[in-house]
């Protein structure tokens, strides 16, 4: 095995939980707002249940595979070749998604404070801290986002506390005044967020307790659906309709806040929250994209895969990417949905025609067997 | 082109720091293959921006790919 | 033999990286990019926007100059906020980040946004359109959401180029008027929100410059702003009763006779609040005002006699009489001109939002019909610390 550290359900579920959290607590806001308006905070309710069949996905799939990742089990169900091509395009997928969270943050530190920095500095930056996170192991990785999750909480409850004095619930109203289309939509766009789930697919194997394992990964989506909401619910009813004309609605939240004209300027914690978050999204993506590509080549090691990793995404952080709205393009989306979502399903569902059909033939893990 | 120059030379320094600081720890000709594979794809990519910035990206070769599923799913 | 050349090849490795360390560090003394220090900045307090002849956009900034602190001898003589100045500059250009573009070539320091907490549009900029300068100011990561936003009865310049004497400058002064409340309050932010709601209208408050001398700006009235425009203008008493219908009294000094042909009483409402709710029964439209205040006697020059009960429910009736004429002015001022920034479209489109839909398109020629209704409750809880003043109503009561 590539990694001999084990890390405990509590830590792989804060791990997952908190990297999906990065990036859409600032920018979904604004997208989701496009179409769903005040019913904005319906839209992760709704896009929870895609959250849950994932998260089902990926456990079902560990279940039968309990000691392999994607990358491995994918050559396991469909063979050598097709296997191999899967897991390959799967993992510049992964890739590919953390390239364009790196690039959203470095728009967003370039848009509001650090105007004249060149980009590949703050991205070269960020991705040093993520390379040495990842460098250090599964244990780091996952460690460290319950070592922050406090302070993070803080920070967040920072900005919320003091905006309940402009919270003004009647701008909720009318609730699903078209009906759930809107809200649909809204949830529709929160999918370039919701696939990064699929990454834990990577930790899932080295977990030390894993019988918790379903429970702690739906208490993450419950956790990250709810965050969401309460977000949404407090931006609505703060920011109102204006909602939509900003790119981080959350940062404007947290630039209105004035407690008794003293405690003001509270950008900059906005830019804590966000670092820490994305030093976590890009080493979860990191670490597992090394791990995958280690596995996909036969290696005995995943380190010396991390360097040129940070180096791929660093490229397509920059690469032919002109503006930063092409989060919120549904092609990108569509993209996401079908690599982070539907990959992982039909593996599953191969797996299970695989199952019925050949019954001998199947891998030797019989289910309800654990291995230590 | 005079900044090119510049960025050409650090893009340099920066491969041949980051080479020289993994190579002691590659082992196994696999790893070394590996390695090699994505350094140089890397870098290749890395030299070809720094040329030409406007070089079209996966993003361009994606989007036009699932815009139809897209249009399909939000009627845009 | 092994050992000298483990050791040589530990040498170079040592002193390879002694070489490259200062070389990497000496990499980063061109960075730095984004230091700022403030006397590399011109501090913006307030910000005017004026149409220029030719259609542009006149911009007048008020700057505020840090400079050290001069030296220790010189303080005793000069005026504490001597050292810090506060000066004006002017910039014309085809829009707003023109202007700024055109003003920032002529300061020899970087312009600084963050700290500007007063826009004020000039009128004409008004009645033409507010949609560029709030496009920038909300598109640049600079200016705050929180500040404030006024239209100028005149030129926007000449209020920022006010010169006060009791607070630092003009945009300090409007500021705190501001947040005194007797006028609104409304920031870019609000602004922005009213603007993407139903109506699509916005209020913003009215700067005046008393013609007097001295010459003393305040806020003085309200611009209703309908598609991105100046549409109608309010005086003082009009804003009260917006202020009211956006239940945004804080507080509030009500005078009126005690009784007809009496002497004045007033009162003061230290409490209010005040709801607007919609109904529709078939095609008949109706916004009954809901409004709960509590006071105190404030003054009471009259002969009544407040100790007793039921003169205190005559005057609260009649001060309710008050309040309710001076909403229903607003509101058929904003009737007759058929420009709802009541938030009355808000409402309907809340409780109603299927009717809503459907009447959408010709809200504009149905607002004007709309019935509305008051529901007013003034309580006086406290007299004052007298009570009949037997003294001086007898004097004076006797007299009138």
Known sequence: MLEKGRISAAQFSILAGMSVLATSLLTAPGIVAIDAKQDMWISPIWISSAGFILVWTLYKLNQAYPDQTLVEYAVSILGRFAGKTVAALYLVFVIFATANVLRQFTDFIKLTFLLTTPDFVISGCMLLVCWLVARSGIETVARLPMLLLPLVTLFVLMIYTPSIADIRFERLTPVMEKGAVPSLIGAFRLLSWMPAFSIMNFYMPYLNNRKHLLYWSLGSVVVVTLTLSVTFVIVYTVIGAAVVNYTYPFMILARYISFTEFFEHLESIVMMIWVIQIVIRISFGLYGAALGMAQCFGLTGYKPMVPPICMLILLFSLWGIENAQFVSSPSMVVYYTLFGMMLPFLLLVVYGIRQLFAESDSPGYPEGETSA | ?76 | MRLSMHASARFIRCSCVRVAAPLLLAALLSGCWDRTEINDLAIITAAGMDLADDGKIKLSVQLFVPSPPSSEQGSSTSSPGASNKTIIRYATGLDMADAAARLQEMMSRRLFWGQADVFIFGEKLAKRSIKEPMDFLTRHPHPRERANLFVSDGEAEEIVKWKTPIERNSAETLREMAVLQTGLNTSILQVIEELAEEAHTAVIPVVRIMRKKPEVPFIGGTVAIKDLRQAAKLDSLETRGLLWLRNEIKFATLTAPAYPGGDYASVYIYSANSKLVPSIKGNKWSMLVAIEATSNLNENASTLDITKEANVKRLERTFEGIIQSRIDKTVKKAQRSGIDYLGFAEQYHRHYPKHWLAAKKDWDTRFPKIEVRYKIRLTIARNGLTGKNATLQSGGGNNS
Not at chain 2, 1 to 27: E, F, Q, S, T
Not at chain 2, 35 to 56: E, H, K, M
């Open chain 2, 1 to 76: 082109m005079n900044a090119p120059v510049n960025h050409l030379i650090l893009l340099i320094v920066a491969a041949a720091g980051m080479l020289a600081y993994d190579w002691r720890k590659l082992r196994g000709a696999r790893t070394i293959i590996a390695y090699l594979t994505l350094y140089i794809s890397g870098f290749t990519i890395a030299f070809l921006l720094v040329i030409n910035p406007n070089l079209p990206g996966p993003t361009q070769v994606l989007r036009p790919l699932f815009l139809p599923l897209a249009k399909l799913l939000l009627k845009h």
